[in-house]
């Protein structure tokens, strides 16, 4: 059974930093594309960043340079590094899983498994 579970939200300040992790299981993630969306109150969900089986990277024009994706292929999880943190980078973030892709899209339609997601507050 797929199950994508993430961890590591919560409230931080202007410029902090906060680390989510999507713990995958049922399959193994470095075998699939993986992406990391997010999605604000009232707005549509948004990629943020993905990592395609071969390891090439994407990211989201907002987030470039201030986040960035890694994958821990032996405990079979992927992060998400978020530093110099905005309010406008609150939000529920959710990982997923492209299965059949030949490359990793920031496309949230091209996703075959979703975690429950993590909220991610930035606040003062």
């Known amino acids: 059974q797929v199950q994508l579970v993430e961890s590591g939200g919560g409230l931080v300040q202007p410029g902090g930093s906060l680390r989510l992790s999507c713990a995958a299981s049922?399959?193994?993630?470095?075998?699939?594309?993986m992406g990391w969306f997010r999605q604000a109150p009232g707005k549509e969900r948004e990629g943020v960043a993905c990592?395609?089986?071969?390891?090439?990277?994407r990211y989201g024009d907002s987030v470039m340079g201030r986040f960035t994706l890694s994958r821990d292929n032996a405990k079979n999880t992927v992060y998400l590094q978020m530093n110099s943190l905005k309010p406008e980078d609150t939000a529920v973030y959710y990982c997923?899983?492209?299965?059949?892709?030949?490359?990793?899209?920031?496309?949230?339609?091209?996703?075959?498994?979703w975690g429950k997601g993590t909220l991610v507050t930035v606040s003062s």
């Open positions: 049922g399959f193994t993630l470095d075998n699939y594309n």
């Open positions: 990592i395609s089986r071969s390891g090439i990277t």
């Open positions: 997923a899983t492209d299965w059949y892709g030949s490359n990793c899209w920031l496309e949230p339609d091209a996703m075959d498994y």
